[in-house]
């Protein structure tokens, strides 16, 4: 794994995870997982994690090092990105077998937790929806910063009108071939303004970019392609249990315009936070938010209340 993907101190350090595993997926792909918590405690209730595009698992350092003092929390690494290695198949049916193939590692059969997915990896819980495995193991679900079709028409990255120059430029930015290099000054930049709201501290932004370019270059653009010809409306109408949604008002990548669309059709829609100036990476960028909004569902819907 690339030292890029290593923050050394503060809250966005990746912790150490109790237990390491690797879950093999449909097609044979492996993939790094790992447990955080209270691993020995099979009352603690379980979160499972889903980073998004270009990202790892170090993406969640926040929310893990949270919610690891009273749950059990999973985190893995999608395929081609971290730990787990690439794979020629770069799928949303791939993305829905990978989910099942972590929740069966980890989870005891019929064993309910609460996932969590940022961007790629809320289009994971969606694909995921009409599955058998998610059905098994899904309490309720947090969407962050995530759409389910248009997200090339509807990307905000390029400030230009909307239309086809606009998103003919987006689609060449998003899909570049070209290499990312090291995180300098201007690169941090670049992915504060395309990524992160205004005012996001500094610190913040080191951990983003450092996560983001140490993902192959190869698989950020497979995976460009994957999210260009998106469309998963119909499995949003799938997602049967209890889901927040979570988006920041300053995102340009996934703007709030798609949160609104999946409130409308979420069949159990338990509510929208829109956290004002914050951009696509909510998790880094709002952590004590996102890690609440997580805590409640996982109160609501995921613990066994006495006397049940």
Known sequence: MSRLTRVAFGPYAPPVPARELTAVSADGARLHVEVHGTVDDATAPAVVLAHGWTCSTAFWAAQIRDLAADHRVIVYDQRGHGRSAASPVCSTD??????????????????????AGHSMGGMTLM????RAGFREHAAAVLLCSTGSSRLVAESLVVPMRAGR???????????????????????RRILKYGTMGPGSAPEMVEACARIVH?????????????????????????????????????????????????????????????LPGIG???????????TARIRELVSTYAVIKEGA
Request: charge should be neutral; hydrophobic fraction near 50%.
């Open 165 to 187: 120059p606009r998103t003919w430029l987006t689609k060449r930015i998003l899909g570049s071939r070209a290499p990312l290099g090291p995180v300098t000054p201007l690169a």
């Open 214 to 274: 140490a993902c192959p270059r190869r698989v950020r653009y497979s995976w460009s392609k994957v999210l260009d010809l998106l469309d998963l409306d119909h499995a949003v109408r799938e997602l049967a249990v209890p889901t927040a949604v979570v988006v920041g008002t300053a995102d340009r990548l996934t703007p709030a315009v798609h949160a609104r669309a999946l409130v409308a059709a979420l069949p159990q829609c338990v509510g929208v936070t829109e």
């Open 94 to 115: 791939g993305l829905a077998d990978d989910l099942e193939a972590v929740l069966a590692a980890t989870l005891a059969p019929g064993e309910k937790a609460v996932l």
């Open 280 to 290: 696509h990476m909510t998790p880094v960028e709002a952590p004590e938010q996102v």
């Open 127 to 130: 694909a995921a929806a009409g």
